[in-house]
């Protein structure tokens, strides 16, 4: 656990799902962020893998995570499995899976109570709205579930987030507008705690409604406005006054309001029809008005509703030459200079963003030279404590023009391998190296491979070895195989090198690691390796997870635990997880119980 909260660390665990892709044997290939990234769209690149195939998981898997059930765990074994369940859905599991889920809403601990409420979502099933709203709601339907119990409030919060999630899979317009009718009934709840009203908040940002041509609005920030539910424009001139109006609503509320703002404005940017774009840009310019206003130092706005502000406007910007869009880079490359200590981080990240965001009209990247200038500017001149985050913005900013198949300057990567040859800090060479890894700059092969093989530190030596496989450095897939091989290697180093090489579409890492976790005897060996064959999602794999899961033996608990959590990992077949839904652009320090904390309970902290 990082416990400086303007580390880099944090900010790359949140956000890694975006950038760690693994190939779908059933599809070959992967998809990378674009600006609908957290709605589960983007490009595609081609890549090789093996990942399970939707015949696979049903046939293979399927089987042993119900048998894992059976036989029973820990609370976080229980939950993990659970959560499995949700990921795999599926029309022919449905019944079974549901009366599963259903079961643990009331058996075991509270947060395993939770995440079953959680996985109904996950599970994304129009037909577990009614019960699922139910759930939020508290109602009478609910308490009957739970054997006349009254619905906890942190159950009613997962159930919210399940909420978006179903509607993030769905692509129907009433469910989506039932489900906004919810979330606004639960925001205007009276006595209704920030939690929850963080849970609604969260949950609407993942279900933007359909465009309506006749509408008529006002983007002031500071009107009520009705109907909420019925349409784009409504939905979103109603949160900006969540937004405005700091003397009514709790600060963290906010916080994620602005969240809220960036993610339905960049929706509302990629899907919005031709004749509704003068709207959207207008909505736009009011979204950024209010942000941007809350940065002003005049305006003594809390520390994370400030920090929320500057990554949404990362989430609206774009690289064109709008007035709008170069008023958002602007305020940001101020906020990198001015802001708080990790509002100015955050503003690195977000302007990475915004700069790499393909814009309109006839010159739709216009704005990205700029960008890259003051990036580079960050990495050279930069206070020492921003250098490793503006490296990391500058990855991020290649990675996503890359993407959109956009040519990237080869200065960039000479300035990131220097700063990353003069690195005097091992988190520093770690960010430096991911950053080079997102841009696949392979003239950089050989040097990472000298710092995995020569540094000390573990940490920075396993990023060094992801950097390869981001890069996709298929020179560097010998040697480490051989590190894997190394018998004392540190685990989280192994999990690192299997990551890098399941990347690369190394068939031969899988054999390797479940050779090397039937021998292991050390439990942290063990999560490491179980976690890598998790997310390499190859069936070879499951007979040394599920036979590791299933060995009762009392010194194996924890090793258990770590088995059906890569048993999980390989149950989710979508291109993009539930945590990308939900981790986009999050300002993870605004946390409540029920979204992440400290005690690892929250929805981001599932496995």
């Given amino acids: 656990m990082v416990a400086d909260p303007t580390a880099w660390q944090l900010w790359w665990s949140t956000n890694k799902d975006r950038y760690l892709h693994f190939a779908n044997i059933d599809t070959g290939t992967s998809s990378t962020g674009g600006d609908s990234w957290y709605l589960g769209k983007g490009e595609k690149h081609t890549r090789l893998g093996g990942r399970l195939t939707p015949e696979m998981i049903q046939e293979d898997l399927v089987p042993q995570i119900q048998k894992g059930l059976e036989v029973g765990g820990s609370n976080r074994y229980a939950k993990a499995a659970v959560l499995a369940l949700g990921k795999i859905g599926g029309e022919a599991n449905f019944t079974s899976f549901d009366f599963l889920i259903r079961f643990f809403l009331s ?85 209704s705690t920030n939690d929850l009203q963080v849970a609604a908040m969260v949950a609407m940002s993942l279900t933007p409604l359909p465009f309506d041509a006749e509408a008529n609005v006002c983007i002031c920030g500071t009107c009520k406005v009705e109907g909420a539910s019925e349409h784009f424009q409504a939905q979103v001139t109603y949160l900006m006054r969540y937004f405005t109006a ?48 809350s940065l002003q130092r005049y305006a003594k706005q809390p520390a994370i509703v400030q920090e929320s502000a500057v990554l949404a406007l990362g989430l609206t910007g774009d690289a064109d030459d709008d007035d709008v869009d170069r008023w958002i880079r602007h305020e940001l490359a101020k906020q990198a200079g001015h802001g708080d200590p990790l509002a100015k981080r955050f503003a690195l990240m977000a302007l990475a963003e915004a700069g790499s965001r393909k814009g309109q009209g006839e010159d739709p990247w216009s704005g990205t030279a700029k960008t890259r200038a003051e990036l580079l500017g960050r990495l050279s001149r930069g206070k020492k404590a921003e250098r490793a985050w503006a490296g990391l913005a500058l990855g991020v900013f290649g990675y996503h023009l890359d ?52 540094l000390k530190d573990p940490a920075a030596r396993g990023h060094a070895a992801l950097a390869l496989g981001l890069m996709e450095s298929r020179g560097s897939i010998e040697r480490l195989q051989e590190l894997l091989s190394t018998e004392d290697l540190n685990p989280t180093l192994q999990a690192r090198c299997g990551l890098a090489l399941g990347i690369l579409g190394d068939s031969n890492v899988v054999e390797t690691l479940v050779a090397k976790l039937e021998k292991s005897e050390s439990i942290e060996e063990q999560a490491a390796i179980a976690q890598a064959l998790g997310f390499l999602g190859d069936k070879r794999s499951i007979d040394a997870l599920s036979e590791l899961m299933l060995d009762t033996d009392a010194g194996y608990v924890k090793s258990r635990d770590n088995a059906v959590i890569a048993l999980s990992f390989l149950a989710d077949s979508r291109m993009t997880s539930w945590r990308s839904l939900l981790s986009h652009g999050c300002n993870y320090r605004a946390e409540t119980p029920t979204l992440t904390s400290r005690e690892g309970k929250g929805v981001l902290d599932l496995p």
Wanted: aromatic residues 2%.
């Fill in 403 to 454: 993407a959109m198949a956009q040519d990237l300057d080869s200065g960039v990567d000479r300035a990131l391998m220097h700063a990353a040859r003069k690195a005097r800090t091992a988190d520093d060479l770690g960010a430096l190296a991911l950053a080079l890894g997102l841009r696949r700059s392979i003239e950089a092969e050989e040097m990472l491979l000298n710092k995995v093989e020569d």
């Fill in 246 to 293: 700091d003397r009514e609503f709790d600060a963290t509320v906010r916080a994620h309001t602005a969240t809220t703002l960036g993610r339905l404005v960049a929706h509302g940017q990629q899907a919005a029809p031709e004749a509704m774009r003068s709207a959207v840009t207008e909505i736009k310019g009011g979204v950024a008005d209010i942000l941007i206003e």
């Fill in 107 to 191: 058996e075991g601990e509270p947060d395993l109570n939770n995440t079953a409420a959680f996985s109904l979502g996950v599970l994304a099933d129009s037909r577990n709205l009614e019960f699922l709203t139910a759930l939020a709601h508290g109602s009478a339907v609910a308490q009957e579930a739970l054997k006349g119990k009254e619905v906890p409030i942190q159950m009613r919060a997962f159930a919210t987030y399940g909420l978006g999630v179903m509607a993030a899979r769905s692509d129907d317009a009433e469910l989506r507008r039932s489900v906004v009718a919810t979330l606004v009934q639960l925001l205007e709840e009276e006595n």
